[in-house]
């Protein structure tokens, strides 16, 4: 199962704190906003609705699945994914290894957590991820335009 989003990934992980020394996410809308975006798509491509929730219940209001089993794969999965950046205008090196742009593990949950409920019931079915980043306009890009292509895959059984 592979999707393909188009929009400015984020990365989930990159925490500030706040008053009272609470931690909360830095880039919180840019990354509500790409979550989003890959969930919609995933929905696309799967065929698979998120798990809508309601109050205090345990089970999706659409089709009575327990969140614990609300998803397309029910076993471990492979994860595989490519997140393209734009290029900021002066930056010339081949590959994002600037600090300005989140760590390859923090694409790597964001994108986890926004297919849960959709392909699989919770992230920690993953056993297996790969996640590469690369400018879009750079070498080993395979999107024409910003965003990320990931695939999910069952493991063999
Ligand atoms: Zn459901």
């Known amino acids: 199962m592979t999707v393909t989003v188009t929009g400015t990934p984020a990365g989930q992980g990159n925490l500030s704190a706040g008053r009272h020394g609470k931690l909360y996410h830095s880039n919180s809308a840019e990354l509500k906003t790409w979550r989003t ?17 309601f109050g205090a219940r345990k089970t999706c209001m659409r089709c009575g699945k327990r969140a614990a089993e609300h998803g397309l794969f029910s076993g ?35 994108l986890g957590d ?24 750079g070498p080993g890009c395979p999107l024409p335009r910003p965003g990320a292509r990931i695939t999910v895959s069952e493991m063999p059984r």
Do not use: E, F, K
């Open 37 to 53: 975006l890959i969930q919609v798509a995933a929905v696309r491509v799967s065929g698979y609705h998120p798990l809508t929730l």
């Open 114 to 137: 926004a297919l849960t409920g959709v392909l699989y019931a919770d992230d920690s079915q993953i056993v297996d991820g790969h996640v590469r980043q690369v400018y879009v306009d």
């Open 76 to 110: 471990p999965v492979a994860l595989d994914a490519v997140v393209a950046l734009a290029r900021p205008p002066s930056v010339t090196r081949p590959y994002p290894t600037s600090r300005h742009h989140s760590d390859w593990d923090h694409h790597a949950r964001a």
